[in-house]
């Protein structure tokens, strides 16, 4: 078997695993790619933009308050005032990186405002091009470092332990399924997020929840597993990936409306299409479930700006023969972000020694039940570069013991067809723990997961992580017996205080 060492282990080439690798500069860095560098990372989807309090009428307080007020009452208020305290410096870093944001004419940064917040702080580059800009941007700046390596089409199948501490991570080569031992002392698993799980998604196809897989299959504390945010307005033409229509669109005015030409916000949500995602998407769903379909109606507030405003959207409307800027765009609730993960502190450190973890893979308790939106990237670069510090310190304190063991070979999942268990998985996930829940739902879902785990082909990396992901959150929604954010029970409607607190687990405990 290959082996292979370094100073630091990354797995995920995204915002939080390259602004974690350079950050650990001028440590000898390897990041792990499951494909080619700038394809399959989440960010590189981002439209909305970054969220920071920049304007003058703002401040890292108001930040914070609506970042709480969007998580329902549970996220960690140490932990958001880290993030919204730390927000422009991670903004100003990106600029001195070269990163080409959105400016007005007066050459001050555009900022603009989407759903539930109550000032314009959102940064935006080409309008809706936020991710690809900030992903480029980092890739560019690794690229300068000698001492980053980028293993790109790597596959990580578990982590590799030795007396309860994490020593590095299994892979495979994505084409030959070569397997390859990475070790290193320090291990950051950022791996992204878990929305392939889902039938209805807007996240890429390498979101298959690996980095919680291996981290619960190694024994690590998970967190806020129930809660996953359905984005209310995916572009609804068929494809999978589901693109997405930003929320910076209804932030502009935008409004929905059904087929029958009604404006059912206002009477939802004071806030009507800028209310929090979870109400507007159950309002959408609810709708669908009435027999009616749902459009974005971007003609009045938008119109004719629609191609230089949101030039990504546009090309997704007026590839699949729609005009946004004469016709109402059609959209549907997908799976979008897990504000669940694994449990780490407020510098990223997991239960497991030697291990950190950082954006959505993680849980920093930032979030609670319900991302406030444009807060994801945001946390990946706080996060990130807060892990990198940690190591870093970690490094200089233990300087001169350098010498370690290798551990045991592991052997990495054997690859099978599994495309119909997946496809079947991911029904039953949209279906019975999607946006509306109840009892008798989870407890179907849970048997299904249960069938699809004894097949021979359960054995096949992807599915393998899904079920085990898919499990915990099925069992986290059915222990939490309330409505609160992203986290819907029918039969449980209320929010209920003896719940207003973050969940944890352990795979051992639900296996």
């Known amino acids: 078997m290959d082996r292979r060492t370094s100073d630091a282990l990354i797995v995920g080439a995204g915002i939080a695993g390259l602004a974690a690798a350079l950050k650990l500069q001028p440590a000898r860095v390897t990041v792990l790619c499951k494909t080619h560098l700038g394809k399959g990372a989440a960010t590189e989807w981002a439209q909305g933009g970054i969220a920071a309090a920049l304007g003058k009428d703002d401040s890292p307080r108001l930040h914070s308050i609506d970042t709480r007020r969007a998580g329902a009452g549970i996220s960690d208020a140490k932990i958001?005032?880290?993030?919204?305290?730390?927000?422009?410096?991670?903004?100003?870093?990106?600029?001195?990186?070269?990163?080409?944001?959105?400016?007005?004419?007066?050459?001050?940064?555009?900022?603009?405002?989407?759903?539930?917040?109550?000032?314009?702080?959102?940064?935006k580059a080409g309008g809706d091009a936020t991710g690809h800009e900030i992903l480029q941007t980092l890739i560019e700046a690794v690229a300068a470092q000698p001492t980053i390596e980028i293993e790109q089409n790597i596959v990580a199948d578990d982590l590799l332990l030795r007396d309860g501490r994490v020593t590095g991570a299994l892979g495979h080569l994505n084409e030959t399924g070569r397997p390859i031992a990475f070790h290193a002392r320090s291990v950051v698993l950022a791996t992204g997020g878990i929305g392939r799980l889902f039938r209805y998604t807007t996240n890429p196809v390498g979101a298959t929840g690996d980095g919680i897989a291996m981290a619960a299959r190694a024994g690590a504390v998970l967190a806020d597993m129930e809660f996953v945010q359905f984005h209310p307005t995916a572009l609804a033409i068929g494809q999978d990936p589901m693109p997405l229509v930003t929320e910076a669109v209804r932030g502009e005015g935008a409004i929905l409306v059904n087929d029958l030409g009604e404006?059912?916000?206002?009477?939802?949500?004071?806030?009507?299409?800028?209310?929090?995602?979870?109400?507007?998407?159950?309002?959408?769903?609810?709708?669908?479930?009435?027999?009616?379909?749902?459009?974005?109606?971007?003609?009045?507030?938008?119109?004719?700006?629609?191609?230089?405003?949101?030039?990504?959207?546009?090309?997704?409307?007026?590839?699949?023969?729609?005009?946004?800027?004469?016709?109402?765009?059609?959209?549907?609730?997908?799976?979008?972000?897990?504000?669940?993960?694994i449990a780490v502190d407020e510098w990223g450190r997991t239960s497991l020694e030697n291990l950190w973890a950082c954006g959505e893979t993680s849980a920093t308790g930032v979030h609670g039940a319900n991302r406030l939106a444009s807060n994801s990237l945001l946390e990946a670069l706080?996060?990130?570069?807060?892990?990198?510090?940690?190591?870093?310190?970690?490094?200089?304190?233990?300087?001169?013991?350098?010498?370690?063991?290798?551990?045991?070979?592991?052997?990495?999942?054997?690859?099978?067809?599994?495309?119909?268990?997946?496809?079947?998985?991911?029904?039953?996930?949209?279906?019975?723990?999607?946006?509306?829940?109840?009892?008798?739902?989870?407890?179907?879902?849970?048997?299904?997961?249960?069938e699809l785990q004894a097949l021979p082909e359960s054995t096949s990396p992807v599915l393998r992580n899904l079920l085990v992901v898919g499990r915990l959150i099925v069992q986290a929604a059915l222990e939490r017996r309330e409505s609160r954010g992203s986290h819907y029970r029918s039969d449980y409607p209320n929010a209920d205080e003896a719940f207003a607190k973050r969940s944890f687990t352990r795979l051992r405990d639900v296996a």
Not at 407 to 436: C, E, F, K, W
């Open 80 to 123: 958001v005032d880290i993030l919204t305290h730390d927000a422009p410096a991670r903004i100003e870093e990106l600029l001195e990186l070269g990163a080409a944001f959105d400016r007005t004419a007066g050459g001050e940064l555009a900022l603009g405002r989407e759903a539930a917040h109550q000032r314009r702080r959102i940064v």
């Open 263 to 341: 404006r059912f916000m206002v009477a939802v949500h004071r806030d009507a299409e800028l209310a929090p995602r979870d109400i507007v998407a159950r309002a959408i769903f609810e709708q669908q479930q009435r027999g009616r379909t749902v459009g974005l109606d971007a003609r009045g507030a938008i119109g004719d700006r629609f191609p230089t405003a949101f030039p990504t959207v546009f090309r997704f409307c007026t590839d699949a023969g729609i005009d946004p800027r004469i016709q109402n765009i059609p959209v549907t609730p997908a799976a979008h972000y897990h504000m669940g993960g």
């Open 382 to 450: 706080v996060y990130g570069t807060r892990v990198a510090t940690d190591i870093a310190n970690r490094a200089k304190r233990s300087a001169g013991t350098s010498s370690f063991d290798w551990p045991h070979d592991g052997v990495p999942p054997v690859a099978s067809d599994a495309t119909q268990a997946i496809s079947d998985l991911r029904n039953v996930m949209y279906a019975n723990v999607g946006l509306v829940r109840n009892q008798e739902a989870l407890r179907e879902a849970l048997a299904r997961i249960s």
